[in-house]
C-alpha cells in the first residue's frame, strides 16, 4: 500500500517557472523524503525533513512539511529542462541501526519545457 | 567512488521462469533493500537485509526470497515467474542515516 500520495499526478511548465508539487500522507512519520527519478533510472535522494522542521532548502528545492495537516510540498524554483523527471515522496516503513525502508507515493511527473 | 551496481541491466524470462538479481552496495553500506517498480507505480518495498540477516520484509509472496553476502552484496530471487513480475527491480544500500542509495535497476520482462 501506498503512504504518500503525490499532486498533481502529473505537470508541465515552461523553463524558468517555479514547479510545486504536494504530498499527504496517512501516519505520524519521523521524517519525510523526496526523489527524483530520471526516466526508467534509478531513484536520486534530494533532500529529507524531519517532524521536527517546518521548512528546508537546497539549492533550487525548497520543501515545507505540515505534520498537522500529514502534508509535504516540494517546490522547484526557476525550473530547466533538466528537471523533467518523476518526483516522490517517501515515508520511512522501519528505520533502526539496520538501515531504513521506505513506502512511496505514486509520484508526480515533471516535465519542463524550453 | 562507485555507487549502487546491478546486474543485469535488462532481461526477459518466460513465465514459470526464475531469475537472479544482483546487487552490490556502496562500500562500507551494510544495509541493502529491494524494491520492485510497476510502470506508472512508486516503489514498492520487498526486503531488506543488515548483516547477512533479513530485517524486513514486504508484502510479497514467497516466491520472493533474498541474501546477502559476507561482502554485503546480495541477490534477489524470483521463481515461478508470472506476467505481474514485469517491472525495474531497485536495489538501495543506505548507512542509518535515512537516505538510500538507488542503483539503476534491472528491468526484468516476462512473456
Known amino acids: 500500500s501506498q503512504q504518500g500520495e503525490e499532486d498533481p499526478q502529473a505537470l508541465s511548465i515552461q523553463e524558468g517557472e517555479n514547479a510545486t508539487m504536494n504530498c499527504s500522507y496517512k501516519?505520524?512519520?519521523?521524517?519525510l523524503q523526496w526523489y527524483r527519478q530520471n526516466s526508467g533510472r534509478g531513484l536520486v535522494h534530494l533532500i529529507l525533513i524531519r517532524s521536527n522542521e517546518r521548512e528546508k532548502h537546497s539549492g533550487r528545492l525548497r520543501v515545507t512539511l505540515d505534520t498537522s495537516k500529514k502534508s509535504s510540498s516540494l517546490l522547484i524554483t526557476a525550473s530547466r529542462a533538466a528537471d523533467t523527471a518523476s518526483y516522490f515522496c517517501a515515508t520511512e516503513l522501519s528505520a533502526n541501526q539496520a538501515g531504513t525502508a521506505l513506502i512511496f507515493g505514486k509520484g508526480t511527473t515533471l516535465s519542463v519545457s524550453s | 567512488d562507485a555507487g549502487v551496481t546491478q546486474s543485469p541491466t535488462h532481461l526477459i524470462k518466460t513465465r514459470g521462469q526464475q531469475v537472479t538479481l544482483r546487487c552490490s552496495p556502496i562500500s562500507g553500506h551494510k544495509s541493502v533493500s529491494w524494491y520492485q517498480q510497476v510502470l506508472g507505480q512508486g516503489p514498492q518495498f520487498i526486503f531488506q537485509?543488515?548483516?547477512?540477516?533479513?530485517?524486513g520484509r514486504g508484502n510479497f509472496p514467497d516466491r520472493f526470497s533474498a541474501r546477502q553476502f559476507p561482502n554485503y552484496s546480495s541477490e534477489l530471487n524470483v521463481n515461478a515467474l508470472l506476467l505481474g513480475d514485469s517491472a525495474l527491480y531497485l536495489c538501495a544500500s543506505s548507512l542509518h542515516t535515512g537516505e538510500l542509495f538507488f542503483g539503476e535497476g534491472s528491468r526484468l520482462t516476462v512473456l
Open positions: 537485509y543488515y548483516e547477512k540477516e533479513e530485517r
Open positions: 501516519t505520524s512519520i519521523n521524517n
